[in-house]
């Protein structure tokens, strides 16, 4: 069997993934050609996929499918994995023969080091398979390109692994010309993120891998136009893809740093020395609500913090000739002592007490360091 396509509908196409196309560039030169360029590469991604005939796939041997080593999603199984592991029974998968399932992937994985990951994802594909049942029966084909005598799957590494777990000797496929490395990362990331929940190590992979191809000084807007994301989500991923910080990027790809919002808000919040000392606790197995708790706990946000006035620049300024009149303005009461004793312990315990004083001199408050001193000094 060739072909199952209907030849009275063969003029139908799929509708292209992106078809918000970006009508509309940045207001500054610096960033208006990086839209303009998102622009041209929306308009030939969804010229490419505008080929794809769902009503006109292939059935291809199974054997000739290969994987995608590159693809984003990064299963723990492989094709091997499933060539000779369990294959899905005839009778239905009802949960009694689920666990049965399961006890023969705990036999087949027993030596494995990632046992755990891989039943996960072999049951995961296994419960999919038991949803197709047969290759006649898949209502989405899968895509793929030629490339050395094998088809390579561009979309649906998860349908192909599932007619392997059936046993199926072909499946249903869409042929299309093999896209440069650019719209191919797209079209993955696309075609992933609206088949499952990708992970944030999958997700981080998969934007930081197009960031490159574009280079680091894409707008937020074109990221979004491109992967489909609100301008919102795409400048939190964007923040978190682009940092460069060792032991964040380790504690994503091991697994530690899971939430999206937890990772942005860990780069948005913190300077370098603090996102590397909280990755570093993560690796260590220390779960991030109580890292988070113990910085609040130790943060400079304090309900005994009480402020008298704060004195503007344009104040200071004026007042910069007379010093006595400034040191007037400084009101510490004993609330404010206990506060401020409490901060310069903690400065201490982070060895940071010099970078305190530098601080306070940078911002032209040595008066205000110089009176802490001299506080600190009359209340112990």
Known sequence: MSSIAKPEKESKKRKPL????????????????????????????NAQLSKINFLNAKYLPISSIALDP??????????????????????????????????????????????????????SIALLASTIRAPEKLMQPICVYEKSSKYIVLAGERRTLAHYVMNAQYIAANIIDE???????????????????????????????????????????????????????????????????ILFIKAIETGVLTSPEDAYNLIKNNDADTISNICNLLLKGKGIEEIFKEINTNSFQSKELIVKRIVGSNEMAAQKNNSAKKDEQIVFKGEDIHLLRKLIHIAIQAGKIKQFQEGAEKLGMTHIWEKIKEQMKKAS
Do not use: H, W
């Open 18 to 45: 992106l078809a918000r196309a970006p009508n509309k560039v940045e207001s500054s030169s610096s960033t208006a050609g990086n839209a303009k360029g998102a622009a041209e590469f929306v308009e030939s991604l």
């Open 179 to 245: 896209p440069d490395a650019k719209e191919k990362a797209v079209m993955q990331y696309i075609e992933n993120s609206a088949r499952e929940d990708l992970s944030l190590k999958d997700k981080f992979n998969a934007i930081r891998k197009i960031i490159q191809y574009y280079g680091t000084t894409i707008s937020v807007r074109s990221l979004a136009n491109i992967l489909k994301l609100s301008k919102s989500q795409a400048q939190k991923y964007a923040k978190i893809c682009k940092e460069e910080n």
């Open 70 to 123: 590159n693809n984003p999603r990064e299963l723990a199984i492989d094709i091997k994995d499933i060539v000779a592991g369990p294959k899905l029974p005839e009778k239905p998968f009802d949960d009694e023969v689920q666990d049965e399932f399961k006890e023969q992937l705990k036999q087949f994985f027993e030596r494995d080091e990632n046992k755990k990951q891989k039943i996960q994802d072999y049951f």
